[in-house]
Protein backbone atom coordinates (compact mmCIF):
# COMPACT_ATOMS: atom_id res chain seq x y z
CA UNK A 1 0.00 0.00 0.00
CA UNK A 2 1.38 3.17 -1.29
CA UNK A 3 1.21 5.54 2.02
CA UNK A 4 0.32 9.88 1.53
CA UNK A 5 3.04 11.67 2.03
CA UNK A 6 3.27 14.17 4.40
CA UNK A 7 5.31 17.74 2.54
CA UNK A 8 4.64 21.52 4.18
CA UNK A 9 6.75 23.94 5.49
CA UNK A 10 6.03 27.34 6.94
CA UNK A 11 6.70 29.89 9.25
CA UNK A 12 5.46 30.76 12.91
CA UNK A 13 5.04 33.19 15.83
CA UNK A 14 4.73 35.31 12.98
CA UNK A 15 3.57 38.50 14.86
CA UNK A 16 1.89 41.27 12.64
CA UNK A 17 0.19 44.49 14.27
CA UNK A 18 -2.09 46.74 11.89
CA UNK A 19 -2.92 49.64 12.91
CA UNK A 20 -6.56 51.21 11.79
CA UNK A 21 -8.19 47.90 10.48
CA UNK A 22 -11.35 48.40 9.41
CA UNK A 23 -13.95 48.43 12.40
CA UNK A 24 -16.43 45.95 12.40
CA UNK A 25 -20.19 47.01 12.87
CA UNK A 26 -23.88 45.97 12.70
CA UNK A 27 -22.84 42.48 14.62
CA UNK A 28 -26.49 40.99 15.74
CA UNK A 29 -27.47 41.72 19.38
CA UNK A 30 -27.94 38.84 21.79
CA UNK A 31 -29.19 38.92 24.87
CA UNK A 32 -26.18 37.44 26.35
CA UNK A 33 -23.56 40.40 25.44
CA UNK A 34 -23.27 43.73 24.68
CA UNK A 35 -20.37 43.01 22.52
CA UNK A 36 -21.60 44.43 19.18
CA UNK A 37 -18.58 45.95 17.39
CA UNK A 38 -15.31 45.56 17.58
CA UNK A 39 -13.02 49.01 16.37
CA UNK A 40 -9.82 47.19 14.93
CA UNK A 41 -7.62 50.01 15.81
CA UNK A 42 -4.79 47.43 16.81
CA UNK A 43 -5.57 44.42 14.95
CA UNK A 44 -3.25 42.18 15.79
CA UNK A 45 -1.98 38.68 15.63
CA UNK A 46 0.26 35.71 16.00
CA UNK A 47 -0.10 33.83 12.51
CA UNK A 48 1.74 30.87 11.39
CA UNK A 49 1.53 29.71 7.87
CA UNK A 50 2.50 26.38 5.82
CA UNK A 51 2.82 26.02 2.34
CA UNK A 52 1.93 22.71 0.26
CA UNK A 53 2.88 22.14 -3.26
CA UNK A 54 4.08 18.41 -5.19
CA UNK A 55 6.44 20.50 -6.76
CA UNK A 56 8.52 20.67 -3.05
CA UNK A 57 9.42 17.27 -3.03
CA UNK A 58 13.13 18.08 -4.74
CA UNK A 59 13.66 20.57 -2.35
CA UNK A 60 13.54 17.43 0.18
CA UNK A 61 14.85 14.94 -1.55
CA UNK A 62 17.63 16.62 -3.49
CA UNK A 63 17.96 19.74 -1.70
CA UNK A 64 17.08 21.40 -4.84
CA UNK A 65 15.67 25.59 -3.93
CA UNK A 66 14.66 26.33 -7.06
CA UNK A 67 11.13 26.57 -5.66
CA UNK A 68 11.55 27.19 -2.33
CA UNK A 69 9.94 30.21 -0.76
CA UNK A 70 12.28 31.18 1.92
CA UNK A 71 9.83 30.77 5.37
CA UNK A 72 11.60 34.63 5.91
CA UNK A 73 9.77 35.70 2.68
CA UNK A 74 6.11 34.32 4.07
CA UNK A 75 6.76 35.99 7.10
CA UNK A 76 7.27 39.75 5.13
CA UNK A 77 4.13 38.29 2.70
CA UNK A 78 2.01 37.83 5.41
CA UNK A 79 2.66 41.39 7.37
CA UNK A 80 2.89 43.62 4.57
CA UNK A 81 -0.58 42.20 3.29
CA UNK A 82 -2.20 43.52 6.52
CA UNK A 83 -1.58 47.06 4.90
CA UNK A 84 -3.68 46.12 1.97
CA UNK A 85 -6.23 43.90 3.81
CA UNK A 86 -9.68 46.04 3.74
CA UNK A 87 -11.84 43.76 5.85
CA UNK A 88 -11.96 43.51 9.48
CA UNK A 89 -12.06 40.09 10.61
CA UNK A 90 -9.34 37.64 11.41
CA UNK A 91 -11.02 34.81 9.08
CA UNK A 92 -11.52 37.29 6.38
CA UNK A 93 -7.51 38.36 6.47
CA UNK A 94 -6.39 34.52 6.73
CA UNK A 95 -8.40 33.67 3.48
CA UNK A 96 -7.15 37.13 1.83
CA UNK A 97 -3.31 36.16 2.32
CA UNK A 98 -3.78 32.47 1.69
CA UNK A 99 -5.21 33.40 -1.61
CA UNK A 100 -2.69 36.23 -2.31
CA UNK A 101 -0.08 33.40 -2.13
CA UNK A 102 -1.80 31.06 -4.69
CA UNK A 103 -1.63 34.19 -6.72
CA UNK A 104 1.75 35.22 -6.35
CA UNK A 105 3.80 31.47 -7.01
CA UNK A 106 1.89 29.36 -9.09
CA UNK A 107 3.63 26.12 -8.17
CA UNK A 108 1.93 26.27 -4.51
CA UNK A 109 -1.05 23.43 -4.28
CA UNK A 110 -2.75 24.79 -1.13
CA UNK A 111 -1.66 27.32 1.50
CA UNK A 112 -2.69 26.88 5.38
CA UNK A 113 -2.61 29.99 7.62
CA UNK A 114 -3.39 29.79 11.57
CA UNK A 115 -3.51 33.14 13.36
CA UNK A 116 -4.06 33.51 17.19
CA UNK A 117 -5.22 37.23 18.25
CA UNK A 118 -2.91 39.06 19.72
CA UNK A 119 -5.71 41.47 22.07
CA UNK A 120 -5.44 45.00 22.75
CA UNK A 121 -7.87 46.38 25.50
CA UNK A 122 -9.32 49.10 25.66
CA UNK A 123 -8.72 51.24 28.64
CA UNK A 124 -10.38 54.68 30.59
CA UNK A 125 -8.48 57.75 30.88
CA UNK A 126 -9.38 60.84 32.38
CA UNK A 127 -9.86 63.59 30.19
CA UNK A 128 -11.09 67.12 31.04
CA UNK A 129 -14.96 65.96 29.88
CA UNK A 130 -14.43 63.02 32.23
CA UNK A 131 -13.54 59.55 32.12
CA UNK A 132 -13.59 58.56 29.06
CA UNK A 133 -12.16 55.15 26.65
CA UNK A 134 -9.21 55.79 25.17
CA UNK A 135 -9.08 56.23 21.47
CA UNK A 136 -5.03 55.86 21.83
CA UNK A 137 -3.97 54.19 24.36
CA UNK A 138 -4.93 50.11 25.24
CA UNK A 139 -3.40 48.04 27.31
CA UNK A 140 -2.04 44.27 26.38
CA UNK A 141 -4.85 41.57 27.01
CA UNK A 142 -3.69 38.50 29.42
CA UNK A 143 -7.08 37.13 28.40
CA UNK A 144 -8.91 34.31 26.38
CA UNK A 145 -8.36 35.43 22.71
CA UNK A 146 -10.07 34.66 19.25
CA UNK A 147 -8.48 32.20 16.80
CA UNK A 148 -8.74 31.20 13.58
CA UNK A 149 -7.50 28.48 10.48
CA UNK A 150 -7.84 28.85 6.97
CA UNK A 151 -7.02 26.41 3.90
CA UNK A 152 -7.22 27.74 0.41
CA UNK A 153 -6.50 25.17 -2.05
CA UNK A 154 -5.72 25.92 -6.15
CA UNK A 155 -8.81 23.90 -8.19
CA UNK A 156 -9.09 23.78 -11.87
CA UNK A 157 -11.43 27.11 -12.41
CA UNK A 158 -9.43 29.41 -9.59
CA UNK A 159 -8.97 28.56 -5.46
CA UNK A 160 -11.16 26.97 -2.81
CA UNK A 161 -11.10 27.26 0.78
CA UNK A 162 -10.73 23.65 1.82
CA UNK A 163 -11.40 24.01 5.52
CA UNK A 164 -12.25 27.63 7.54
CA UNK A 165 -12.63 27.69 11.50
CA UNK A 166 -13.06 30.01 14.13
CA UNK A 167 -12.41 29.75 17.69
CA UNK A 168 -11.40 31.36 20.93
CA UNK A 169 -9.04 30.38 23.39
CA UNK A 170 -8.06 30.33 26.83
CA UNK A 171 -11.40 31.17 28.71
CA UNK A 172 -10.83 30.84 32.27
CA UNK A 173 -13.65 30.68 34.47
CA UNK A 174 -14.72 30.02 37.83
CA UNK A 175 -18.23 29.37 38.86
CA UNK A 176 -18.46 29.78 42.92
CA UNK A 177 -21.27 28.27 44.05
CA UNK A 178 -24.27 26.51 41.63
CA UNK A 179 -22.25 22.91 40.51
CA UNK A 180 -22.53 19.64 41.28
CA UNK A 181 -20.52 16.24 40.60
CA UNK A 182 -22.38 13.36 41.55
CA UNK A 183 -23.66 9.64 40.77
CA UNK A 184 -20.70 8.84 39.30
CA UNK A 185 -19.25 4.76 39.45
CA UNK A 186 -18.28 4.34 42.70
CA UNK A 187 -16.42 1.25 43.12
CA UNK A 188 -12.36 0.41 44.82
CA UNK A 189 -10.94 2.63 42.42
CA UNK A 190 -12.76 5.67 43.90
CA UNK A 191 -11.71 8.43 46.55
CA UNK A 192 -13.28 11.30 45.16
CA UNK A 193 -15.95 12.67 47.35
CA UNK A 194 -19.49 13.37 46.03
CA UNK A 195 -20.12 17.37 45.53
CA UNK A 196 -23.30 19.00 45.45
CA UNK A 197 -21.71 22.23 45.79
CA UNK A 198 -18.54 22.44 44.10
CA UNK A 199 -16.37 25.37 42.99
CA UNK A 200 -16.02 24.64 39.45
CA UNK A 201 -13.13 26.43 37.75
CA UNK A 202 -12.77 25.90 33.93
CA UNK A 203 -10.57 26.62 30.75
CA UNK A 204 -12.04 26.29 27.56
CA UNK A 205 -11.73 26.17 24.17
CA UNK A 206 -13.91 26.91 21.95
CA UNK A 207 -14.26 26.40 18.09
CA UNK A 208 -17.21 26.67 15.69
CA UNK A 209 -18.25 26.49 11.57
CA UNK A 210 -19.97 28.30 9.50
CA UNK A 211 -22.43 26.62 7.04
CA UNK A 212 -21.08 29.61 4.29
CA UNK A 213 -17.12 30.21 4.65
CA UNK A 214 -18.39 34.20 3.15
CA UNK A 215 -20.19 34.74 6.62
CA UNK A 216 -17.06 34.64 8.25
CA UNK A 217 -15.23 37.09 6.13
CA UNK A 218 -17.61 39.80 7.78
CA UNK A 219 -18.86 41.89 4.74
CA UNK A 220 -22.09 41.07 6.15
CA UNK A 221 -21.55 41.88 9.60
CA UNK A 222 -25.07 40.59 11.03
CA UNK A 223 -24.08 36.96 10.42
CA UNK A 224 -20.70 36.59 11.94
CA UNK A 225 -20.35 35.29 15.38
CA UNK A 226 -17.75 37.39 16.96
CA UNK A 227 -15.53 34.99 20.10
CA UNK A 228 -16.37 37.97 22.34
CA UNK A 229 -20.19 36.89 22.08
CA UNK A 230 -19.26 33.50 22.22
CA UNK A 231 -17.25 34.01 25.31
CA UNK A 232 -20.57 35.99 26.99
CA UNK A 233 -22.56 33.33 25.59
CA UNK A 234 -20.55 30.39 27.45
CA UNK A 235 -20.26 32.89 30.84
CA UNK A 236 -24.30 33.22 30.98
CA UNK A 237 -24.80 29.64 30.48
CA UNK A 238 -22.48 28.93 33.76
CA UNK A 239 -24.23 31.56 35.58
CA UNK A 240 -27.77 29.81 35.01
CA UNK A 241 -27.32 26.39 34.95
CA UNK A 242 -27.02 23.73 37.95
CA UNK A 243 -24.53 21.74 36.24
CA UNK A 244 -23.69 18.30 36.96
CA UNK A 245 -20.93 18.37 35.41
CA UNK A 246 -18.10 20.13 32.95
CA UNK A 247 -19.98 17.66 30.06
CA UNK A 248 -23.09 18.23 31.05
CA UNK A 249 -22.26 22.65 30.90
CA UNK A 250 -20.70 21.94 27.53
CA UNK A 251 -23.47 20.29 25.82
CA UNK A 252 -25.73 23.69 27.14
CA UNK A 253 -23.23 25.89 26.20
CA UNK A 254 -23.25 24.22 22.65
CA UNK A 255 -26.65 24.41 22.35
CA UNK A 256 -27.65 28.42 22.99
CA UNK A 257 -24.61 29.23 20.92
CA UNK A 258 -25.99 27.01 18.02
CA UNK A 259 -29.03 28.51 19.04
CA UNK A 260 -28.19 32.68 18.71
CA UNK A 261 -26.45 31.09 15.42
CA UNK A 262 -28.30 29.53 13.22
CA UNK A 263 -25.85 30.41 10.54
CA UNK A 264 -23.18 28.12 12.42
CA UNK A 265 -23.04 23.63 11.77
CA UNK A 266 -20.88 22.76 14.74
CA UNK A 267 -19.57 24.18 18.42
CA UNK A 268 -16.81 22.31 19.65
CA UNK A 269 -15.02 21.91 22.81
CA UNK A 270 -11.68 21.29 24.54
CA UNK A 271 -12.23 21.69 28.23
CA UNK A 272 -10.18 21.78 31.43
CA UNK A 273 -11.17 20.80 35.12
CA UNK A 274 -9.02 23.32 37.55
CA UNK A 275 -11.39 22.55 40.33
CA UNK A 276 -10.16 23.95 43.49
CA UNK A 277 -8.53 21.90 46.20
CA UNK A 278 -11.09 22.72 49.74
CA UNK A 279 -9.02 23.89 52.16
CA UNK A 280 -11.64 24.95 54.93
CA UNK A 281 -15.29 23.76 54.28
CA UNK A 282 -18.38 25.79 54.52
CA UNK A 283 -20.17 25.55 57.50
CA UNK A 284 -23.96 26.49 58.68
CA UNK A 285 -22.27 29.68 60.96
CA UNK A 286 -19.63 30.28 57.98
CA UNK A 287 -21.04 30.96 54.30
CA UNK A 288 -17.09 31.15 53.01
CA UNK A 289 -14.82 28.73 52.99
CA UNK A 290 -11.24 28.31 51.69
CA UNK A 291 -9.26 27.11 48.75
CA UNK A 292 -6.39 26.36 46.83
CA UNK A 293 -5.20 25.43 43.67
CA UNK A 294 -5.99 22.29 42.31
CA UNK A 295 -2.83 19.95 41.98
CA UNK A 296 -2.10 18.16 38.67
CA UNK A 297 -3.34 15.41 37.05
CA UNK A 298 -6.28 17.13 35.33
CA UNK A 299 -9.37 15.83 33.95
CA UNK A 300 -10.31 17.52 30.39
CA UNK A 301 -13.35 16.47 27.96
CA UNK A 302 -13.60 16.90 24.30
CA UNK A 303 -17.13 17.48 22.72
CA UNK A 304 -18.84 19.03 19.49
CA UNK A 305 -22.82 20.14 19.37
CA UNK A 306 -24.55 20.11 16.03
CA UNK A 307 -27.17 22.12 14.94
CA UNK A 308 -29.63 18.53 14.98
CA UNK A 309 -28.94 18.22 18.59
CA UNK A 310 -30.77 21.61 18.73
CA UNK A 311 -33.21 20.60 16.82
CA UNK A 312 -33.71 17.15 18.48
CA UNK A 313 -33.77 19.60 22.17
CA UNK A 314 -36.76 21.60 20.43
CA UNK A 315 -39.17 19.33 19.10
CA UNK A 316 -38.36 17.04 22.69
CA UNK A 317 -41.40 17.74 25.28
CA UNK A 318 -39.05 16.67 28.28
CA UNK A 319 -35.98 18.68 27.38
CA UNK A 320 -34.15 20.90 29.85
CA UNK A 321 -33.00 23.29 27.34
CA UNK A 322 -33.49 26.47 27.51
CA UNK A 323 -32.93 29.53 24.97
CA UNK A 324 -33.82 32.33 27.44
CA UNK A 325 -31.13 33.84 29.64
O1 LIG B 1 -17.12 17.74 35.56
C1 LIG B 1 -16.48 16.71 35.82
N1 LIG B 1 -16.54 15.65 34.98
C2 LIG B 1 -15.86 14.47 35.21
O2 LIG B 1 -15.94 13.52 34.40
C3 LIG B 1 -15.09 14.42 36.38
N2 LIG B 1 -14.30 13.45 36.93
C4 LIG B 1 -13.79 13.94 38.08
O3 LIG B 1 -13.02 13.30 38.85
N3 LIG B 1 -14.24 15.20 38.29
C5 LIG B 1 -15.04 15.52 37.26
N4 LIG B 1 -15.74 16.66 36.95
Redesign the pocket.
Known sequence: MTQARTMFYGKGDVYVFRTYANPLKGLKQIPESNFTEKHNTIFGMNAKVALKGEQFLTSFTEGDNSLVVATDSMKNFIQRHAASYEGSTLEGFLTYVCERFLDKYSHLDAVRLEAQEYAFDDIQVGTSEGIKTSDLVFRKSRNEYATATVEVARTASGTEVVDLSSGIADIQLIKVSGSS?YG?IIDEYTT?AEATDRPLYIFLNIGWKYESEQDAFGENAANYVAAEQVRDIAATVFHTLDNK???HLIYHIGLRILDRFPQLTEVNFGTN?R?WDTVVEGTEGFKGAVFTEPRPPF?F?GFSVHQEDLAREKASANSEYVSQV
Request: glycine fraction near 10%; charged fraction near 0%; aromatic fraction near 20%.
Open positions: FYLSIQNTGQ
